[in-house]
Every structure is written in C-alpha cells, then in structure tokens.
T-cell receptor
Framework: QVQLQESGPGLVKPSQTLSLTCTVS??????????WGWIRQHPGKGLEWIGH?????????NPSLKSRVTISVDTSQNQFSLNLSSVTAADTAVYYC?????FGSGTYFDYWGQGTLVTVSS | EIVLTQSPATLSLSPGERATLSCRAS??????LAWYQQKPGQAPRLLIY???NRATGIPARFRGSGSGTDFTLTINSLEPEDFAVYYC????????FGGGTEVEIK
C-alpha cells in the first residue's frame, strides 16, 4: 500500500519561500507508471492543482503559479518537494501531495497524503 | 484554462435517496474526467476516473456518466458515509477541479 506524507514548516513569513517535502513509502518513486503532484486547498474552499513531476524530472505546472513554483524529485530518498516563492497570505492553505496515475486513458490522483496546513503570516 | 462548474453547490438529501451531481466544462474534456469525495479533515478520495470507471474499492452505487462538456455523478441509495463534498477534475487541458458539491443530510 502506497503512503505519502507531507512535511515542512507550518508557518512561513510573507515574501519568503514555502518549502514542503513528500515522502513516499510502500512503492518506488522511480516507477515509470506514475507522476507525483502537489495540490492545495484554501481554508473552506476547493482544490487547486499546483503541479506534478515525473521521476526523470519532467515538470508540469499550473500556469497561474508557474512563475513561483518549483517541484523537484530525489529518487534516492524516495521524496519529491515543492518550493513556492514570494508567498503572501493568499498562499495560506492545506497542501497535499499525491500520486498521479495513468489509468489507461487519463491520469488522476489515486493516493494522497493527509495534507499539511501552511499559514503565511508575519 | 478549462473551467469546471459544479451544481448544485449543496444537495440536501436523506439516507436512501438518490443524489445527482452535475459537472459542466467550459469546453470539451472528452472523457478525461474524474470524481473525488472529500470528508471533513480528510484528503480527497478518487471515486470515478475516465468519466465512468469506478476506482478500486468504490461501491457500485456510485455511477459516473457523460461526455464532452456535461458529466454526472449519481449516488444510488445514499449511505450515511456518503455525506461529503464531491469534486470533479479534468485532465484534458492542464488540470483543473470544479468548485465542489456538498451532499448534506436533510
């Protein structure tokens, strides 16, 4: 059973960089069948895709966040990471990492971490 | 960007009733549409992928249908554990989620 776990600071100051790591267990991040993604959810709101990465390092970002987002992968640690720069209060959200799986026609998020709340405040 | 509009925002039903949730896309997403269920304090769970295929372990009372721009999630005979928020998601053009429909107990 694949498990994902987010880790990182729960509080980030405005203008700084939000950095989170997702550790994958129960499966290899280097498996060619999957991508690995980040999604966020503002308090009481819907879901927003941030981006995803293939184990080779190929990345795909939400155009609305692309200028501030970097997603990277560390296959030796079975982890992938999110950096979001120049944060403001609008970046306060629960951040989820998830596995993005090819199902034959489309790709969808089938395993999720529990989520971690990141608050942007001075 | 493809915008997904879900309706209604809230659906008030009793256990045993049928729930019909709608997801409309601003342009065709072919069949590349999924549905997720989210309960308070939990991560979303994949229910349906590619419009009509149930994910592993999802009961048969959940049924997805539609194509192009109009999609429906039907939950036959609501169980107490089905009261939650449901999101649709497309992956035809980048990736977007709908705003969600809350199915609440009447």
């Amino acid at each position: 059973q694949v498990q994902l776990q987010e880790s990182g600071p729960g509080l980030v100051k405005p203008s700084q960089t939000l950095s989170l790591t997702c550790t994958v267990s129960g499966g290899s991040i280097s498996s060619g069948d999957y991508y690995w993604g980040w999604i966020r959810q503002h308090p009481g709101k819907g879901l927003e895709w941030i981006g995803h990465i293939y184990y080779s390092g190929s990345t795909y970002y939400n155009p609305s966040l692309k200028s501030r987002v970097t997603i990277s992968v560390d296959t030796s640690q079975n982890q992938f990471s999110l950096n979001l720069s120049s944060v403001t209060a609008a970046d306060t959200a629960v951040y989820y990492c998830a596995r993005y799986t090819y199902f034959g026609s489309g790709t969808y998020f089938d395993y999720w971490g529990q989520g971690t709340l990141v608050t942007v405040s001075s | 960007e493809i915008v997904l509009t879900q309706s209604p925002a809230t659906l008030s039903l009793s256990p045993g009733e049928r729930a019909t949730l709608s997801c409309r896309a601003s342009q065709s997403v072919s069949s590349y549409l999924a549905w997720y269920q989210q309960k308070p304090g939990q991560a979303p769970r994949l229910l349906i992928y590619d419009t009509s295929n149930r994910a592993t372990g999802i009961p048969a009372r959940f049924r997805g249908s539609g194509s192009g721009t109009d999609f429906t999630l039907t939950i036959n005979s609501l169980e107490p554990e089905d009261f939650a928020v449901y999101y649709c998601q497309q992956r035809s053009n980048f990736l977007t989620f709908g705003g969600g429909t809350e199915v609440e107990i009447k």
